[in-house]
Every structure is written in structure tokens, then in C-alpha cells.
């Protein structure tokens, strides 16, 4: 008997590039997206990207409505839900770096609305994928959302963000490496289900990033092309797996632990970047390949110590033996690191 099956939710329409935030409607009124358009942002990106987007739905008759929204919460889920509720919105578009596009992502799937993302900075793979994520008290909570159905990326607004949010998209993408490892090994020692396909492409998008190291810097439009075409891979690889595993082991573990400990610590993806060359070590060894994921960090100017993360040691050290704990996802932290290992996997590796 053959059971298998299943389902893969894909972003249609994906239009990347110099100046295609103009193209909006075209991306939405190809997806056949009916009734009033409801624009989600946050202060900076309404100014760099959603004010326009607006103006373009007005223009064409869409008459359309905007709320900007000031933090990443439950309670701006639910202001974006009653006033979605309230102006009877035909579908969603989040315009922003990350928090935004989370909100707009939980909101659109509790509405049952279609939502279209529209990245302002390459900062991390949620930009894409079909998962929220939103603090509340000291910890964060990770939920299933819609997935986007558009991503509209405009380099020439991607190209404006700050720089560390550019070079915490790579290092997230970096992270993959590692993921990839703690799938493979969950998947040899659970059961856990792998599949070839995603791996091969997450792992791929990593190996294009590095290799494209030299065209990723300051300034170049060139870099934000590079980046969010990469996170749109990876969250494709999520989609093709129906998880996130593809691009989030240990080192998003010990990431979210970070969170937990200290809650204004540093950018997602520089913590999985620097996670990432520690469980790079646990998995390889000391003449293992971590001095690639931390070359390659280094290449792009992400950080790779405590020290650049802003992060005292003693924390570090603390995430590292506590963040199996954080969610049912076995990786290579097992049933977790004594804390003579975590202080011999961090100082080898330089990262304390
Ligand atoms: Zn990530």
C-alpha cells in the first residue's frame, strides 16, 4: 500500500528586483485578489515602501486602507484583525523588515484573507515562509500563519535598510548548513521524516551565498538580490517540507534561548550565526568544517564572538545547555550539553 502524500503551499507570484515595488497590482491583480486592500506596516516601512503601495491601490481605484502598527505583539494581531474585520478587507499586504510581515501573516490566516509580503530589509527567512513569530513576556511564540501568496522584494528599498539587517539575512541563510546536519541526524536516530529534495536545496542556498561572498557588501544594490533570492529559496525549501526544519536546528534553538535571556539581545540571524559555528563543532569536530561557517560569517561582517553579539559569555553558555529544552526537535544537542562541554565547544570555536 502506498500512503504517502503531501502538500506543498508555494508563494506564487515571487517579483524580485530594481524597483518592483511599482509593480504591486500587477503581482496582486494577477493572483485574482478581490475587495479592499489592507496595508500593514510599521513607521519606517510605511515611509520607504507601504505609503507607496497605498497611493498605487488609490490610484487604481482599489480604495485601500493602511495601519501602522508600533511592535510585534498579540495585541497588534488582533488591531490588525478587527480592522481588517471593521473596513471588510479583501486581502492583506505586510510591508516591512520582519515584525510586520509576522503580524500580517497571523492575522490573514485567522481572517482566512490572502496576504502578500512585501520585504523593506533581507533580515530573515520569515519574509517568505508560512510561520510567525512574536514575543510575549520573556519568551517567543513560533506559530503556523498563512504563508504569502506574493513576495514583492524591491532591491531598491532592500538596498536602503540598514546594513546588519542585510548581513543577519546571510547569516540566517549560513545557518542552514547546520540545519541541514541536525535534520540528517534526526532523521538517522528518530526517524524523523527527511526530505532529499529540500535538504539538497537548502543546503544550496547556503553554498550560493558563500560563494557570492564577495559581491555582498555595503552599498551594492547587488547584495540584497543575492540575499532575499537566497531567503526566498530557503523558505521555498521550507515549503517543500512542510517544516522549518530545512533552515532552523540547534543553532535557531539556541537562538530562541537568547531571546528568552535576554529579550533586547542581538539580531536573529547573527544569534543562529554564531550559534551555527558552535554546532558546526558539535557535529564535525574540532578539525571539523566551523572555521567554514565562521569564515563565512566573518566574510559577510556578521559577528562571530559574545563579544560582537553584545552577549556576556556566562549567557551564551547558559543557552547552549539549555536550549534543547525549547521545543520537541531533536538536533545535535540531544538531551542537552553539560556545561563542561558547552564552555569546551564555545572557547575552541572563539566564539567566548
Ligand atoms: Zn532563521
Not at 484573507?113 to 519568551?139: K, M, N, Q, W
Request: proline residues 4%; hydrophobic residues 40%.
Amino acid at each position: 500500500m502506498f500512503e504517502k502524500r503531501t502538500w506543498i503551499r508555494l508563494p506564487r507570484n515571487v517579483v524580485v528586483g530594481h524597483g518592483v515595488l511599482g509593480q504591486t497590482i500587477e503581482a496582486v491583480s494577477e493572483l485574482h485578489l478581490t475587495g479592499r486592500p489592507l496595508v500593514v506596516s510599521s513607521p519606517t516601512p510605511h515611509d520607504v515602501a507601504g505609503k507607496q503601495v497605498v497611493e498605487q491601490f488609490e490610484d487604481e481605484g482599489y480604495n485601500p486602507s493602511e495601519i501602522v502598527i508600533d511592535e510585534a505583539s498579540f495585541d497588534a494581531v488582533q488591531q490588525v484583525i478587527d480592522h481588517a474585520s471593521e473596513i471588510d478587507a479583501g486581502f492583506l499586504l505586510g510591508v516591512g523588515g520582519g515584525k510586520a510581515i509576522d503580524i500580517t501573516k497571523m492575522a490573514a490566516d485567522d481572517l482566512g484573507l490572502g496576504f502578500v509580503s512585501v520585504p523593506t530589509a533581507a533580515s530573515h527567512d520569515g519574509i517568505v515562509s508560512g510561520r510567525g513569530s512574536v514575543p510575549e513576556g520573556d519568551t517567543r511564540h513560533s506559530v503556523a500563519a498563512e504563508p504569502p501568496l506574493a513576495v514583492i522584494a524591491d532591491t531598491e528599498v532592500l538596498a536602503e535598510a540598514p546594513w546588519r539587517l542585510t548581513t543577519a539575512g546571510c547569516a540566517d541563510i549560513i545557518s542552514n548548513y547546520t540545519a541541514v546536519r541536525d535534520w540528517q541526524l534526526a532523521h538517522r536516530l528518530k526517524n524523523v521524516h527527511y526530505s532529499e529534495y529540500a535538504g539538497a536545496l537548502s543546503q544550496m542556498t547556503a553554498e550560493m551565498l558563500v560563494e557570492s561572498a564577495d559581491s555582498i557588501k555595503q552599498g551594492l544594490e547587488e547584495s540584497s538580490w543575492i540575499v532575499v533570492k537566497a531567503l526566498v529559496s530557503s523558505g521555498v525549501a521550507m515549503s517543500i517540507a512542510g517544516s522549518s526544519r530545512p533552515a532552523s536546528g540547534a543553532e535557531h534553538l539556541f537562538s530562541h534561548q537568547l531571546d528568552r535571556l535576554v529579550p533586547d539581545g542581538a539580531l536573529h540571524g547573527h544569534q543562529v550565526g554564531v550559534g551555527s559555528i558552535m554546532t558546526e563543532y558539535l557535529h564535525s569536530g574540532q578539525k571539523g568544517q566551523w572555521k567554514d561557517a565562521r569564515d563565512a560569517l566573518a566574510a559577510i561582517g556578521a559577528p562571530t564572538t559574545a563579544d560582537e553579539l553584545g552577549i556576556d559569555d556566562e549567557t551564551v553558555i547558559e543557552a547552549l545547555t539549555t536550549a534543547h529544552q525549547i521545543r520537541d526537535r531533536y538536533t545535535v544537542l540531544g538531551d542537552g550539553m553539560s556545561e563542561e562541554a558547552a564552555i569546551e565547544a564555545a572557547t575552541v570555536t572563539g566564539v567566548i
